[in-house]
């Protein structure tokens, strides 16, 4: 296959080189407060909230707002052990010569406790859609030497199809310990996503790959310190195809009033870039902002990698709806 100089950003060229590259890299977005779409993480983390109905949307904006990226999912747990939940995802390069599409719902049964150890399991559906504008792409043949870029040369490339829709499905099983007045509550859990493994079939006599297979475990802990501050360690290992990543950090939530709190910290992305996040929480409206610095030495691209995110999360209980004990929400 002919060598190609793309037109649209270095961060788009990594995104779908899973499509046009002999070997697969991780081509699914994600965001670094993950635990504002946790949906993306795990579908068995649907519905578990510390309220009736959750709404939540982040902006991701990087390689110096090249490459944007927003979602938006609704949650709601049920007194029937089934937790419902929709997620809705959309990446695109500046120029919108590439978009990233996909639309899930989640549903998780939540049926298997043990006193206040739970155990949810959950599967998820929906569609995703992938698509690029080739009259935005550039390709070897279109450079002469001494002159550069012409964009009245042919390419001799052809493009089956740079719109695809295809079926996709995950899965994934949540452990949690919601036993209340303990100092010290776990949780964890694993999944897969692409598990139908969606083909790709965007060159014309090309093979077709299939979507690589992504898989996720994550852990960590609710440490109550005082009543005035919450810890929460965490880890995160995501793999897909040939790539992996690897993410530890903390948050901290200070008890600032009766229905304020104020939450920091900070996650490391291992060889990769260091994510800060600061939020508020008021009456349920939860705020928050994250900055990935770049901390890796390996790589040379002269493109500047820091990310900036910001999310919104609102929950709130329906009209006599019964508060009872507090639910430790497995995530933060």
Known sequence: ???????????????????????????DPHFSQYFIQP???NPALTGAIEGDYRVS??????YNNTLSTRGISAEMPTNKNINLGVNLLNQ????????YNNAYLSVAYTGARFNNHYVVMAMQAGVLNRNF???????????????GFDPSAHSAEVFHKPNMFSFDAGAGIVYYDATPDRKINLFGGLSAFHITRPKDPFIAGGDKQALPIRYSAHAGARIIVSDLLNIVPNVLYMTQGQTEEKMAGAYLQLNAGEQVDLMFGANL??????????GIYFKGLTIGMSYDTNVSTKNTM?????SVEVSLSYTWWRKNSMKTKPFYCPRF
């Open 1 to 27: 296959m002919k060598q190609y100089i793309l037109k649209i950003p270095a961060a788009v060229a990594i995104a779908v080189c899973g499509l046009f590259g002999s070997g697969y890299c991780q081509v």
């Open 39 to 41: 949906v993306l993480l």
């Open 57 to 62: 949307a982040v902006w991701r904006s990087q």
């Open 92 to 99: 695109s390069s500046s120029d919108k010569a590439y978009h």
């Open 133 to 147: 504008n080739p009259n935005n792409l550039q390709f070897g043949e279109q450079w002469t030497a001494g002159i």
């Open 269 to 278: 992305r291992f060889g990769d870039a260091l994510s800060p996040f600061a």
């Open 302 to 306: 002269e493109i500047d990698r820091n």
